[in-house]
């Protein structure tokens, strides 16, 4: 799979609008979003790069979508009258109402399941049809950051708190969500902080709050990790809301990150954004995301690329943690629109499916078919693998996810649905070539060139080598179909460029 390696230049000068054109509005709509059409393309080109930025950054917040179908009362803990009830039945040995309540538990895990289901099925279809594409990616970037999982949280409604949490601040403040994530109920569970007190504080959340959401390895001691346990003891919740219990925290001095005092968890959370180390994280973290896969190391990391990281380290500092301005500058620099950084980055699973669907005109489909494809891919929404996250990059592929990848985009071209009678009614209503501008009149050689040209961007040129090979293949195709070019040849078009290695890439 083709790469770039050539260095990019470090320059953050405003790209011009004379030099934004379809290939530079193409990429700013798959990396900060998740692609377009060529209306779409057309109209970033219209409106310049400045405005067609401010567009992307402006977002409405978490009122944004629709959560009202999402029940926040099928996981509860018992009333005092029911937990009265089973300390009785436990001292009289009463199995039938043990048993009872043994069912009304499993019950409410079942009914939580299958709301989970639909919550990861909700939001792939957020993401693919959102109005708002900055907001949906960076929603999924604090949900990678803050990794959480239903397996450790078995709790739905508390995920789906903490992705309206993540969508509320997407392109906010850091440290405001910093704040926020120590009283968010879905990791206090999962880190096992919920049940932390001054006679037996839980390291977890100290220790990931510093090494994978804020400093990184060797920029905190252990020592840190025991004193930030005890400053987060008594942070837990009940029911959906967050709770503070003052007798199970440890109020006796603590020293953390050169700060010693009576340190709570915010107190805590305020040594943390002091470190240097902190805006140079996120900094790193939202390059990798939005720019290029760079190496964790930053003895790896190309001298240019530095720069363009140390500055945005500086940016985020300068503007007490907020993200927007520091993104803005990002997505209007020249180093971002650099050949070296175009059509270098492997798409994640959900950048795939949510791509297609935008820049291919293709639906997400049947919804639980394509959650499970996610997860043969690798990234199952609400499931990462650990608290660190997806690896991302050339993790995302190998020889069983380059299968399932193939395998999704074809359920897509088929309308999601695998019964033949579902399948011809999408056929009917779907044909690619109303997504070329003039694509209903052109001959099959014209269209496969324009899709090409279209889904791969550059690469897929004809005065690429490479996009003259792959151009070549389609042509091969074409001449098996004759002189009718039709619906079908156009899908047969999409199926092998969207089966093609660079396809992988944007």
Not at 32 to 49: E, H, K, Q, R, V
Not at 62 to 85: C, L, P, Y
Not at 375 to 382: K, R, S, T, V
Request: charged fraction near 25%; include cysteine; hydrophobic fraction near 40%.
């Amino acid at each position: 799979m083709p790469m770039q390696t050539a260095r990019p230049t470090a320059s953050l000068n405003p790209i011009t609008r004379a030099d934004f054109g379809p290939d530079e509005a193409r990429h700013l709509l798959w990396h900060a979003g998740f692609g377009g059409d060529p209306f779409d393309i057309s109209t970033a080109i219209d409106l310049g790069p400045e405005d067609a930025v401010d567009r992307l950054l402006d977002v409405p917040g978490a009122n944004g979508v629709d959560t009202s179908k999402f029940r926040g009362d099928i996981v509860r803990e018992w009333t005092d009258a029911e937990e009265e009830q089973l300390r009785r039945a436990r001292q009289r040995r009463n199995e039938n109402t043990l048993a009872r309540f043994r069912e009304m538990r499993q019950e409410m895990q079942r009914n939580d399941r299958r709301q989970f289901a639909e919550l990861q099925a909700w939001w792939l279809e957020v993401l693919a049809t959102t109005a708002h594409p900055l907001q949906e990616k960076m929603t999924l970037f604090w949900h990678g950051h803050f990794a959480t999982s239903y397996r450790g949280v078995e709790n739905s409604y508390h995920l789906l708190l903490q992705n309206q949490l993540f969508r509320e601040h997407a392109v906010g403040k850091f440290d405001t969500l910093l704040y926020g994530i120590v009283r968010d109920p879905a990791i206090l569970a999962y880190l096992n902080n919920n049940r932390s007190n001054k006679r037996e504080p839980n390291e977890n959340l100290a220790r990931e709050l510093m090494e994978l959401f804020s400093l990184g390895v060797g920029n905190y001691t252990e020592r840190d990790i025991k004193e930030g346990a005890r400053a987060l003891t008594g942070y837990t919740f009940e029911g959906n809301q967050f709770v503070f219990r003052d007798e199970w925290h440890d109020d006796n001095t603590k020293n953390i990150l050169g700060v010693r005092g009576p340190i709570n968890g915010d107190d805590f959370v305020t040594a943390i954004l002091r470190q240097p180390a902190c805006a140079r994280f996120l900094a790193l973290k939202l390059y990798r995301f939005f720019v290029a896969d760079v190496s964790d190391d930053p003895k790896q990391i190309p001298d240019n690329v530095t720069l363009v990281i140390g500055h945005m380290a500086s940016a985020l500092r300068r503007d007490r943690y907020d993200v927007k301005p520091v993104l803005r500058e990002l997505f209007l620099s020249e180093h971002f629109y650099d050949p070296a950084n175009m059509a270098g980055r492997i798409k994640s699973p959900v950048e795939l499916i949510a791509g297609a669907t935008r820049s291919l005109d293709l639906p997400v489909g049947f919804h639980i078919a394509m959650v499970r494809m996610l997860d043969a891919m690798g990234q199952e929404l609400f499931r990462p693998p650990s608290v660190a996250g997806w690896d991302g990059g050339r993790s995302w592929i190998n020889t069983s996810t380059i299968y399932a990848r193939q395998n999704a985009l074809a359920l897509m071209l088929a309308g999601g649905r695998r019964n033949p009678q579902q399948r011809q009614q999408f056929a009917a209503g779907y044909d690619p070539r109303t997504v070329i501008p003039n694509g209903m009149t052109m001959s099959g050689d014209e269209f496969a060139t324009a899709m090409l040209r279209h889904a791969l961007g550059p690469i897929g040129d004809a005065s690429n080598p490479i996009g003259a090979a792959r151009l070549e293949s389609l042509q091969e195709f074409l001449e098996t179909i004759g002189p009718n070019f039709g619906r079908e040849a156009a899908v047969g078009v999409i199926a092998l460029i969207t089966a093609m290695p660079e396809y992988q890439l944007c």
